[in-house]
């Protein structure tokens, strides 16, 4: 069964630091997306960074980096030089397939509040 | 230019009554989505529909029926509403329904049914 984990309910980041939020996952399907995405207190669901189970190299976006380790199933959201901005929730999901002929299932973990202190 | 909107933002309803969410995406994506999130901020998948198809239908309770017209279209409509109803419904849309693509979310509407 598809799962995605997600075990830090909450953090806390001292502003400027680096954070890692851990993100774990389980699927047979050989063809997958991982994807975090962040919720501010306004409540909208904004899409951060996406990583595809065949990409060799982890993902990257600004101060957004994805520590993709496939045989462990992590796929941990780093963010580098915490800003007060940031301060959210957090998701991880996964989808899988390929295309629309193998449409899978989309998955979300439980979430982790990310709190950045000034 | 909302890329994915629905419509509306809050929605205060009675037990018992019928209502509808509306959602659109002018992405051009051919799939789309209802998630709902409870006040506990889980997020769980309700139905992906891929080109006005139902693909997935999560286990939810037939008095919650999607509509799509066409694929920038899906609809929510929910008969009977219920007090475990209220929750934040998402509409989202990706390019395809395979795990390629980043899905993009509308921006919520927040259901209280009293």
């Known amino acids: 069964a598809q799962k995605i984990t997600q075990t830090q309910p909450g953090m806390f980041v001292q502003e400027k630091e680096a954070v890692t939020l851990d993100c774990t996952y389980d699927t047979s399907d050989p063809s997958y997306g991982l994807f975090w995405y962040k919720q501010p207190s306004s409540g909208e669901m904004i899409f951060l960074i996406y990583q595809g189970s065949y990409d060799q190299q982890n993902a990257t976006e600004g101060r957004y980096s994805l520590n993709f380790q496939k045989a462990r199933k992590s796929a941990n959201l780093v963010i580098s030089a915490s800003q007060l901005g940031d301060s959210a929730m957090y998701f991880c999901?996964?989808?899988?397939?390929?295309?629309?002929?193998?449409?899978?299932?989309?998955?979300f973990g439980d979430g982790t509040t990310l709190t950045v202190k000034p | 230019d909302t890329a994915v909107s629905q419509t509306p933002k809050y929605l205060v309803t009675q037990m018992g009554n019928d209502k509808s969410i509306k959602c659109e995406q002018n992405l051009g994506h051919d799939t789309m989505y209802w998630y709902k999130q409870d006040s506990k901020k889980f997020l769980k998948i309700m139905f992906s529909?891929?080109?006005?198809?139902?693909?997935i239908n999560e286990t939810v309770p037939n008095r919650f029926s999607p509509k799509s017209p066409d694929k920038a279209h899906l609809n929510l409509h929910i008969n009977s509403l219920e007090l475990g109803d209220s929750a934040v419904y998402f509409c989202?849309?990706?390019?395809?329904?395979?795990?390629?693509?980043?899905?993009?979310f509308g921006q919520g509407t927040r259901l209280t049914v009293v």
């Open positions: 999901a996964m989808r899988e397939g390929t295309g629309n002929t193998n449409a899978g299932k989309s998955t």
């Open positions: 529909y891929n080109n006005k198809e139902l693909i």
């Open positions: 989202a849309s990706s390019q395809d329904a395979g795990g390629g693509t980043e899905a993009f």
